[in-house]
């Protein structure tokens, strides 16, 4: 059963936009916190964006890389069980395979940058841009 799905990926120009889905089961969405990463070709998987909060009872923070901030934004909808990332001004360095991931339960901002902790991905979408 597949619980993540990414969409939006495509092939685009220097400086163009494009909008990333990770479509999650209602389980998944309401038990887990959502991230992206990406691996560029001949990379490792590195952490891009994720919202997040340390527990139930505090609002959602959105955390970035810094090679994406200012950039990129992530947000969620919880009628679609689904977080999204808007990219802007898009670069040749931020072509990859983008992949959404879960983590059980709560994160805080510094341990969600962690590709280690989360334990389930989706199939991932590639980004293309050239100059």
């Known amino acids: 059963q597949v619980q993540l799905v990414e969409s939006g990926g495509g092939s685009v120009q220097t400086g163009d936009s494009l909008r990333l889905s990770c479509a999650a089961s209602e389980r998944i969405f309401r038990s887990s916190t959502l991230g992206w990463f990406r691996r560029p070709p001949g990379k490792e998987r590195e952490f891009v964006a994720v919202i997040s909060r340390p527990s139930r009872t505090v609002d959602y923070t959105e955390t970035y890389a810094d090679s994406v901030k200012g950039r990129f934004t992530v947000s969620r909808e919880g009628a679609k069980n689904t977080i999204y990332l808007h990219m802007n001004n898009l670069k040749p360095e931020d072509t990859a395979v983008y992949y959404c991931?879960?983590?059980?339960?709560?994160?805080?901002?510094?341990?969600?940058?962690?590709?280690?902790?989360?334990?389930?991905w989706g199939q991932g979408t590639q980004v293309t841009v050239s100059s």
């Open positions: 991931g879960a983590i059980d339960g709560y994160c805080s901002r510094h341990a969600c940058r962690d590709r280690r902790l989360y334990r389930l």
